[in-house]
């Protein structure tokens, strides 16, 4: 029996280091295939430079060069993937990122123009798509960082993760997003408002209780962690905090593993009141006081709720405090246009 064990326990540590090996291969293969992709739209941008200008010069290069191409190397080089790969050198030639904030990337090889890149064709071809460079850098840097698969980097472009974390910062905050994405270093940089849980699949309905929210939360918590934003684990649900003989529940608990902090989260249908704020700050003081462990960061709360008024929140809470937060949620995706008007008209 235990050679049995043993043979079995060989098996599932060959078998995981195999996997690892061709999930890194993949990956090689798939960034390969990216650079390769942007020397040939260079290549095809020269030639049409350095030949006859004419529209049709350039439309029989690249059908000469698809047919001769798919005939040696097969599927993948037809006239409308040469004409992606040339948009995609004019796109990125003059789009330089800068120094990454994140090292597992260093090493990765440079193009001619000092460009590096570091996800999948596919996510590329998304990010093109995106005319606004800073918007673009944003979430080209958040897909590496986090490891977004193609639909989730869709996904949060979709929820306007971009405009929905700009519009609670300045100008100059504006800019270190699209140069280093989402900063984490204070709590307030932890929060967004509004919180957006499409996902979640849930109507408007009055028949929505605040357990069966939760409930549906837990449900989708790898979509709700990606949500909440980078660095968040979950902890448990209804923790039960007891004073004397009365007992009470956070709904959602969470740890920041980059301000090394517990993150409280309570749900309200309704609109905010300033009791809820209360109560979270009576939550935030246990878990300070009761929880947390002497290395760790102060607690963070947030009231999530259907609608709040912001004289509310600054009347109730008091001067100052940075470890309590009201942010509205909502089940359907924003209008990407009302967000933009919304930040050109702070910038005005």
């Not at 999930?23 to 798939?30: L, M």
């Not at 700050?281 to 929880?291: F, G, T």
């Not at 963070?300 to 949620?329: N, R, W």
Request: aromatic fraction near 10%; glycine fraction near 8%; charge should be negative.
């Amino acid at each position: 029996m235990d050679e049995l064990v043993k043979a079995n326990e060989l098996y599932e540590q060959v078998s995981r280091l195999i996997e690892r090996s061709r999930e890194q291969v993949r990956a090689a293969v798939n960034i390969s295939m990216v650079y390769t992709y942007f020397e040939i739209g260079r290549m095809i941008v020269e030639v049409e430079q350095g030949g006859n200008q004419r529209a049709e010069y350039g439309k029989a290069v690249l059908k000469g060069l698809a047919r001769r191409l798919t005939e040696r190397f097969g599927r993948g080089y037809s006239e409308d993937n040469l004409k992606l790969m040339r948009r995609f050198y004019l796109v990125y030639s003059e789009d330089e990122i800068g120094e990454t904030p994140f090292t597992k990337f260093k090493g990765l090889p440079v193009t001619s123009t000092g460009r590096s890149f570091y996800l999948s064709w596919s996510h590329y071809l998304l990010l093109m798509r995106i005319d606004n460079i800073e918007e673009r850098h944003f979430y080209e840097i958040e897909a590496a960082r986090n490891g977004w698969s193609l639909s989730e980097l869709g996904r949060q472009r979709d929820s306007s993760l971009y405009e929905r974390l700009a519009l609670s910062r300045d100008k100059d905050g504006v800019r270190r997003l699209s140069r280093e994405g989402q900063v984490v270093e204070g709590p307030e940089d932890l929060v967004k408002d509004p919180y957006v849980l499409e996902f979640l699949g849930l109507p408007e309905s009055p028949c929505l209780s605040e357990s069966g929210l939760e409930s549906r939360i837990v449900d989708q918590l790898e979509a709700f962690l990606l949500e909440m934003g980078t660095g968040f684990t979950f902890v448990e649900r209804q923790a039960r905090l007891t004073f004397d003989e009365d007992h009470y529940y956070v709904d959602l608990v969470f740890f920041n593993r980059i301000l090394r902090c517990f993150v409280l989260v309570d749900l309200k249908l309704g609109r905010l009141r300033h009791q809820d704020l209360g109560q979270m700050q009576m939550y935030v003081n246990y878990y300070d006081r009761k929880v947390k462990l002497p290395d760790e960061g102060p607690t963070v709360g947030i009231v999530l709720c259907k609608d709040k008024k912001d004289s509310v929140v600054e009347m109730t809470l008091p001067e100052g405090q940075q470890h309590i937060f009201a942010s509205k949620y909502q089940m359907v995706l924003p209008r990407k246009e009302d967000l933009v008007r919304l930040l050109e008209e702070g910038d005005s």
